[in-house]
């Protein structure tokens, strides 16, 4: 009678039940999987033989045929491991047992027996929980991942004879307690903080309207100006994230492998500094097996990009899409996988290719086509992107750190966090979650002027030049600083601050 | 072939692109403008005249010159001929006085003009330097000459817009090629207060040849030459040399002793230049005393605190960074102000976010 055990696979962030079945019948001996497997899941055979053998078990002289089904979905990846022995060993008779129903089962197994954890145990469970699973058998190194999933009993196991015993009933596996999470976000282990730049106050303020309203930012300055001191300390301002929101941002990193052992739930939020040469994939996601790029590994977080002319074109046009939806979409001619991707994106360039256009401390050597060729590498759809234009002046290291003295990013937390608090309550019957996604209509209709106001834009837009664009752009800024103010209707004030914003004031 | 004088005449102006003004001046003296073509073998000969231009007179594109004949119709694009009603005498100080020019744009080559040229990278003091004298001067009802260049020339003829004055930019290249590129807005707004002036037909490109020849019509067209801010070796020292040839006055802004952007005007001012410091400097040396000085249009209302931000900003342009470091208020308010200053028109943002007082 053949085995069988419930696994699962991966697509993107979607799971798909997989059932492994194992015949053992008479014939020229011989050990084959079926079921479009990958050269991972080939080289299993070689794992599992070994690891039945050196745990003691048969590993039978005859026919050994293993499905996979769904047979027309690809199958990647080792954590078919410890469901194929398994049911191997439930197909030879040496377990029997009825245990494994309802039961999921994912592992690596080593040479000698060992269960070693895979990659996407956080989003696997999470799927089979939603599908009405809830045992699971799992590498004991990664368990911790799957008890973040409520209402789900864990059997963590971290070598073969002990799953086998489990299964025989020879064996009690506590299920794994699942840590409190209810005093989650108590610990704000912040690593640095706004306190410690001093000067920059323009900047500060720019940054702090920016994650108010989720606006993305881009910041033009010398090299050593202290961008990226800025920049990194905009996660330390950010609300904390909701549990779901770090669930959503740990499944991403649980894909990856990037999840630590200790403790599965990332709780701060992610900051992703991608170098400039990095690929497509890198940045999207991508392969013939979709994994997350940066734009997802920043899920809830922000994506800081330095140097943002050097990235390649096509990199930085491929972010278009993703940073409008919120989501990634990677297209393959065996399907599509959806990564989430709400990022808060901060650029970074200089002024000029040598760094030191305006700067006083050193002479600029650019010609003025080398600068504009350097501003012409972002396309102007890419800068439409940006709803606040940053320019932060060089000051010297002394000025830029010395004894701080500077607001403490908790005080600027706060008020971040009424302000977010403020859009979230307003958009919640229209789909959006920040100032930042207003557009057409609900632009409109949110940031209504009155008509001192209405003359005072449009006297600005006259002589400051203002494109629509730059318009509308004006206008959401205009409602994230009244919100701070906890204005209900935007004043003259907030749309004056919200001009400085602007971009286009020429380097050239 | 039906080769009418309209079309022997633009079709001449395409030798600009290849012969210098002087060597077309010669072939002019032998022949007027319908014969040259006819004559072309006897003129190529006579005067030795290089290939590129050999060949156009032996054979013009002519379809290249009705194109050109069509786009100046629609456009508006007049060409003046030397000798014809409207062409300035003061050109004829030249040696080479233009035997035509392309005009785009309102009004005539009549008035009192000043020259206003500088670097193509100007320091924040230059700028606003430009900006402050040329407003004076554009409200005397003085049309303001400068080159379209980056830097200082477009500066010129952006603030005399600012302050409804009158302008004329002379290119070194054809309209249909207006350089430098991010100056093409500044060209097109222009034409509705003044005049894009050039020697050479709409399709024909910049050329580093050009911009010398362009700098003695620039000198030509003027009665002095304001020289804001001059590099060691700069073009617009060319500009002054002309002038000066040309008998027309030469008037330089000191700077710190320490800018590389202010060692031409230096030199300048220690061979005689007249230091400016106002409008009235050049006006009294014009004998220009007598024109009324447009009332200046009414300071608009400002507040307490906005008055204070100008006080601040009244001595030299500041960085963002420094205003609000000195001002009392937090940041957001302080950036709120200055906008309120910016759409007043009162402050204006610098490239790399630095402000100065109009």
Redesign the interface.
Known sequence: MPGKVISYVLDGLSAIPAEVEVDASSGLPSFTIVGLPDAAVQESRQRVRAAIHNSGYDFPLCRITVNLAPADLRKEGPLFDLPIALSLLIATGQIRSSCQEGLVVLGELSLSGEVKTVRGILPIVRRARGAGYQRFLLPAEGAMEAALVQGSSIFPVSTLRQAVDFLRGDLVIPPLEAPDWTAYGQEPVQVSDFAEIRGQETAKRALEVAVAGNHHLIMVGSPGAGKTMLARRVVTVMPPMTFEEALEVSEVYSICGLLSKEKALLTSRPFRAPHHTSSYAGMVGGGSNPAPGELSLAHHGVLFLDEFPEFRRDVLEALRQPLEEGRVQITRAHGTAVFPAQVMMIAAMNPCPCGFRLDPRRECRCGAGEVRRYWNQVSGPIWDRFDIHLQVPPLSLEELTGDGGGEPSVAIAGRVARCRALEAERYASFGIRTNAQLGGKLLRRFCALDSSEQAFLRQAADRLQLTARSFDRTLKLARTIADLDSQERIRLEHLAEALQYRGAVDWI | MDLTEEKSKFALTFLAATLSIKRILDILIRADPVQVFSRARQLIGELALPEAAAQWLREPDWKKVEETIAWCRTQGVRLLWRGEAGYPLCLEHLSDPPPWLYLWGEGTLEGAALAVVGT??PS?YGRQVAARLVAELARTGLTIVSGLA?GLDAEAHRATLENGGRTWAILGSGFQRIY?P?NVGLAHRLRSAGLLISEYPPPIEPAPWHFPARNRLIAALSLGVLVVEAGERSGTLLTADFALELGREVFAVPGPITSPQSVGCHRLLKQGAKLVEKAEDVLEELRLELFPLAPQTARPDLTAEEEELQQLLAAAPL????I??RCPW????T??????L??K?VVR??????YAIL
């Open positions: 193509r990278q924040l980056r430098p991010e960085s963002l960074e420094e609000v470091a937090p940041a957001s308010k950036m709120a102000l200055l906008s309120m910016e759409v028109g943002a610098l490239p790399g976010r630095n």
